[in-house]
């Protein structure tokens, strides 16, 4: 399938920001996009990279009514050489057709969308930051866009990408922050459910705890599973808590997001010769823990945040805190060295990027 590119003439782009180390995430976009489209008769179609303005669905697009949606998020970083590079992109999309099996929505060519991907970000390359910290964010996105009221799959798909400059996703950048244990919402319903699909039903539906919790000051919750007694995630990141002599995170379930960060730490973890569980993990064990002493560390990590430490957890109504509010050092030294691969200040010694430029 061919791409075509109708670029925007440069009198009529945008202004670029020129404070980069102000940047915020998720507000700026740059000049074009990338979208293509799907029905059962043609497959997808219509591949094109074109000006970034609102497009018109109708107000009986199936998904404004059944969420038929999904998405996801990866970024390119600018190396010190000026290069732009991607971390691990064929994940992301891999992940993005799992979700779209999920969802009955249908399958990417992962080489198509990744030429697709290289060439805009090739187009919008100036967009790209260089302030430490910065990058490029990537938001794929797939929706049912047939006007039909009833529930069932899609027979008209768009999907799309945009992209643009941001900065730390938490305004107080690599810093511990306060996490508050939910106990009366649930994010997933358990093995069977959607909560390891990248839609954006999940986001919707924890925005009611997210939103109190802020409210009281708490930067996430940490969701527990159905039952309120194993921790699965965090609102935006999956979580890692560090004891004695092993890091444990959450398995694989089918009611957690399979991060590709968490992946990375797992594989850069192993790598170092550290014990790994990917087992079930009580909120008593983690409480014990944090009390005895034998839990050392705590930190989230997604795409958007990379990684970022806790320092204060509340449960039931208690504080508990963490490594005295400071960062771990296995914490500080996994982030040095992951994010120094994202922006090839260190070899990349598992080969997760690919040069865009």
Request: proline residues 6%; contains cysteine.
């Amino acid at each position: 399938m061919h791409i075509k590119v109708n670029t925007v003439p440069e009198a009529e782009r945008k202004p670029k920001p020129k404070d980069e180390s102000s940047l915020k995430f998720g507000e700026i976009f740059t000049d074009h996009y990338f979208s293509m489209k799907w029905n059962e008769k043609e497959g997808w179609h219509d591949a094109e990279i074109k000006k970034f303005e609102p497009f018109l669905i109708s107000p009986a697009a199936i998904v404004l009514h059944y969420a038929n949606e999904i998405f996801e998020g990866l970024k390119a970083y600018r190396t010190p050489k000026g290069e732009i590079q991607l971390f691990r992109p064929r994940k992301n999309f891999e992940r993005l057709n799992k979700s779209a099996d999920r969802m009955v929505l249908p399958p990417v060519d992962i080489d198509f969308v990744m030429k697709a991907l290289m060439q805009l970000i090739t187009l919008e390359k100036d967009w790209v930051p260089s302030t430490p910290g910065t990058s490029l964010y990537i938001r794929p996105v797939m929706i049912g866009i047939d006007p039909f009221i009833g529930v069932r799959p899609p027979s008209e798909v768009l999907f799309y990408i945009i992209v643009g400059p941001v900065g730390s996703y938490f305004p107080d950048g690599f810093k511990p922050v306060d996490i508050l244990v939910e106990t009366k919402y649930v994010r997933s319903a358990g093995e069977g459910g959607t909560g390891d699909a990248k839609c954006g039903g999940n986001y919707a539906g924890s925005l009611k705890a997210s939103t109190l919790a802020k409210k009281q000051g708490f930067a996430q919750v940490l969701w527990l599973d159905p039952k309120r007694k194993y921790v699965e995630e965090v609102g935006t990141m999956n979580m890692m808590f560090v004891f004695d002599n092993e890091i444990v995170t959450a398995p694989l379930d089918g009611s957690i997001l399979p991060g590709i960060t968490r992946d990375s730490i797992l594989t850069i973890c192993k790598n170092w010769d550290l014990k790994v569980s990917e087992r079930k993990l009580t909120i008593k064990e983690v409480i014990t823990g944090i009390k005895t002493g034998a839990l050392k560390e705590a930190f989230g990590c997604g795409t958007a945040a990379i990684i970022t430490p806790c320092g204060r957890l509340n449960y039931n109504y208690k504080d508990y805190i963490i490594n005295n509010k400071a960062i771990g050092d296995l914490t500080q030294k996994l982030y040095d060295y992951l994010t120094g691969i994202q922006y090839g200040l260190i070899p990349d010694e598992f080969e997760w990027t690919e040069r865009v430029i």
